[in-house]
């Protein structure tokens, strides 16, 4: 969206609300709040909106890539994002042959199919018993799926979908169902499956967090990317990421909001210990007569957006155990031709997750927790033509692939990086992921027409919450989810000001494009305002 023009320095506009943040969650809370009658100004800090949510022809005009996110599932599964009914405003929503799937080192594919019983039938012919325990899974994905996305989407505690999941818990079968959703991804694939293929989808699934495959809470993040792509895809916005934004944008200005781009807020305005406006760097303050909602990061906006002075102390206290998830490097590529898989896959996937076995991505985990460069990354991939064919000519193939680096580098363990990003760095790290998509498709490297790096920094450049290149708002370990996010005390939208909402992927349920963590500060300021 273009920059709409926002008053001039000294001028003093009011509204019921400011939400500050044009990302997803910030435009969801805008929704929303718009919808409930209340006026309500929209500021963005950079010249267009869509925060970790947007699309370019930068690398090359014949393709579309996306800048940041691409995949949606929890979009696919999240209520409000289905609510906002965003077809009404040209949303269309796009999938891939298969949603998600591996190639494996001893040869074929790992591949989730649009049937579960094709999926089954696949992984049974690697392992025998291994279809029937997929099936399992899904029948009881089926039956307790929706109340366990309906509690981790909710604000915390989750009443109403609490007690509907604990219902299902506490039923037939239910310590096997606590031990998957408590447990290391490793143990629950081993529990389950005989072969590397379907222990590989659990896993590597999983690791769309930034939970180590053995560490407890990574069964539930496997099991539920991997359940929600069987049941509904992973779906992509014809056009492009940035569709799903603008989308966003018309239907909050189509219903009264106002949205104002190059507006960086550099202070919340409290008075008498509540939020009653903002400030941007041009002098400009906007009054808020009823809330602020920041979709910033809880680092940003209890160090730098509210005044020291009006901060309780022992928020800053606790706000010293804030964790980061790790760094991110993304290269984006221009391709003259589909990826030269050295085995075709049985469906083109959209997303292909590469990583030899459940220990070599233990291997890679252990790495990251050791602040070490990986040698051998693990890389998460999208396939973004074949997933949508109008974002590159016929024959070719927009496509990406990132993986984590540690926010902390104690050393590279390829011998070769130093951690600064330079541009050597940017090359080198670029350079090495090729090569482990070269591994699995020889041939990779000469359909490459264009390549774009994002390195840590240039991913906060872009997006200021993307802090060191962290694309989720702070860790989804244990020990920052749910009442402990984003710090023990304020795990609610609510913060320590009156009438100021933390409204971004800070704020449980954390990061992904699921629409929540807006739609719980909005919730929580209409409730208050009430």
Known sequence: MDAASGPREGAGPGSDAVVVGAGPNGLV??????????????????DAIGGAVRSSRDLDPSFVHDTFSSFYPLAAV????????LGAYGLEWSNAPSPVGNPLRSGGWALVHPDPADTAAALDARAAGDGQAWLDLYADWERVGPAVTDALLAP?????????????????????RLQLLLGPVRSVGDRRFAGEAAKLLMATNSQHADIAPTAMGSGLMGWLLVMIAQQHGYPVPRGGAGRLSQALADRFTDRGGTIVCNAEVDRIVIKDRRAVGVRTVDGTQYDAGRAVLADVSAPALYCHLIPRQ????????????????PATVKVDWALSSPIPWRDTPALAPGTAHLADSVDDLRRWSDQLAAGLIPDRPFLLMGQMTTADPSRSPAGTEAAWAYTHVPQRIRADAGGELTGRWDAADAEAMADRIQARVEAYAPGFTDTITARRILT???LERRDANLVGGAVNGGTSGLRQELVLRPMPGLGRAETAIK??????????????????CGSNAARAALSHSR
């Open 29 to 46: 809370a805008a929704n929303l709040l718009v919808d409930a009658g209340w006026d309500v100004v929209l500021l963005e800090a950079n």
């Open 78 to 85: 999240s209520p409000t994002i289905r609510n906002l009914n």
């Open 156 to 176: 915390f505690p989750p009443v109403r979908a609490g007690i509907d999941l604990l219902r299902h818990l506490l039923g037939p079968r239910g310590l096997r």
């Open 310 to 325: 009006d901060l309780p102390y022992h928020v800053l206290q606790r706000l010293r155990f804030f964790k980061w998830d």
């Open 456 to 458: 840590p920094l240039e």
């Open 499 to 516: 009438s100021l909402y933390l409204a971004s992927a800070s704020a449980h349920p954390g990061g992904g494009v699921h629409g929540a």
